[in-house]
């Protein structure tokens, strides 16, 4: 574990965002600097390679849309990487309302952090649409990046990936309006778009359904 930690001041992570504009209406385009629906392929498919070419602790499992795979404020003992679909991972309030802080895609991890502090999840977890994941046992993960370098790396890299879209999420979206942050819808086409409720949009934009409707009429005026 000591060497997972060691690692992070010693990795340079290069970082590419990709906007694609297919099927976007929006009359206003601005950059947005982070991905909407974050995903890390070079991940899943190394998982992928392990499980293929090696004996793998790592279990192939499948999520329907709705279900929960992590409860906020449970303890967490498994680590889980996307091979496809989508998920949220959002915090709910005391108030009942949600706030939606990352969605992911093929490739992400999530239930990672808890192996760093050893603390309950902070966040829930919930499919959006169907979905299939690898999932491994905390302490079989640690043994295997104490073994395995490039997995080691990459795990590291997931880790400073998160930071630097946090920091990078946070910043953009204090200095830009609502609309300008829409904008980061035009890296989808419509069907993925479509599989995204409004009210998780809203969560995930930190304001109402009604303000939603408005800047989406507004882009789209």
């Not at 010693?10 to 009359?27: A, E, P, S, V, Y």
């Not at 998982?47 to 192939?60: A, G, M």
Request: hydrophobic content about 35%; charged content about 30%.
């Amino acid at each position: 574990m000591n060497s997972v930690l060691k690692m992070v001041d010693d990795i340079t992570l290069n970082i590419n965002f990709m906007q694609r504009n297919d099927g976007i209406n929006f009359k206003a385009r601005t950059y947005v600097p982070y991905p909407m629906i974050r995903t890390n392929i070079e991940l899943k498919e190394y998982i992928i390679d392990i499980t293929k070419y090696k004996n793998s602790d790592f279990v192939r499992i499948g999520y329907k849309a709705s279900d929960k795979i992590i409860e906020q404020g449970s303890r967490v003992k498994n680590i889980y990487i996307m091979i496809e679909g989508l998920i949220k991972c959002f915090l709910i309030e005391e108030s009942g309302k949600e706030f939606v802080q990352e969605f992911f895609g093929t490739g992400e991890l999530f239930g990672e952090l808890e192996i760093v502090n050893g603390s309950t999840s902070l966040c829930a977890v919930e499919a959006i649409t169907d979905i299939e994941v690898f999932k491994i046992k905390h302490e079989k993960f640690l043994k295997l990046i104490e073994k395995d370098k490039k997995l080691n790396r990459l795990y590291i890299n997931a880790l400073i990936s998160k930071i630097y879209y946090k920091g990078t999420r946070h910043s953009y979206n204090q200095l830009h309006t609502l609309e300008e942050k829409l904008s980061s819808l035009s890296q989808f086409d419509e069907n993925t778009r479509s599989k995204i409720h409004k009210q998780d949009l809203a969560s995930y934009f930190g304001v109402s359904i009604r303000s939603l409707n408005r800047a989406l009429r507004k882009l789209n005026g």
